[in-house]
């Protein structure tokens, strides 16, 4: 599934989109260069959820848990990561749980040490404001999410 976005809001959109086709849990990936727009797709679940505060990547803390009376966030950036193994020091395990809505930017970081995604959203910058986002699913739950968006 791919999108063509030309602001923030549009990744904003999508974002909120993809939070409510996985019915509010779920692993998602997020891939993409710095600046391909994986913190503001973040953003717009946060805003899906009601949150009106900033959102930036955790990039020194590796993961800003958002506990929100209607729903768990916890969103990762892992580029500062130096070796997967550090992900047992952060305690993941806690966080992926099944209420829970996982968002990871640089998993490539964790590779191994992560759980499967339900989604993965590879995102390119194809202009000063447009973003190309492709949307694959890598579960079942992730292939239902995909179907409900096609409707
Ligand atoms: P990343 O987390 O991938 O490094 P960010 O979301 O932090 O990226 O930054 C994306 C940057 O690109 C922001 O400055 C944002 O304003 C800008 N931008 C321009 N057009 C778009 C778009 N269509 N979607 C998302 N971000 C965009
Ligand atoms: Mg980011």
Same mark, same amino acid.
């Not at 009376?69 to 193994?85: I, Q, S, T």
């Given at each position: 599934m791919d999108y063509v976005t030309q602001s923030d809001e549009a990744t904003e959109a999508v974002g909120a989109q993809l939070f409510n086709a996985l019915k509010g849990s779920g692993i998602v990936f997020l891939n993409g260069d710095l600046g391909a727009g994986k913190t503001t797709l973040c953003r717009g679940v946060l805003r899906a959820l009601g949150? $009106?505060?900033?959102? #930036?990547?955790? $990039?020194? $803390?590796?993961?800003? %848990?958002?506990?929100?009376? *209607?729903?768990?966030?916890?969103?990762?950036? *892992?580029?500062?990561?130096?070796? %997967?193994? @550090? *992900?047992?020091?952060?305690?993941?395990? @806690?966080?992926?749980?099944?209420?829970?809505?996982? *968002?990871?930017?640089?998993?490539? #970081?964790g590779s191994g040490l992560l759980p499967k995604p339900d989604l993965e959203v590879t995102m390119m910058v194809t202009g000063d404001t447009e973003r190309r986002l492709s949307v694959s699913a890598q579960t079942l739950k992730g292939q239902a999410a995909l179907a409900g968006l096609r409707i």
């Open positions: 949150y $009106t505060g900033a959102v #930036k990547s955790p $990039t020194f $803390t590796l993961v800003e %848990p958002y506990e929100l009376a *209607l729903g768990h966030v916890y969103h990762f950036d *892992l580029y500062r990561l130096g070796h %997967p193994d @550090e *992900l047992n020091y952060l305690g993941v395990d @806690e966080y992926f749980h099944d209420q829970a809505m996982c *968002l990871v930017e640089w998993s490539q #970081k």
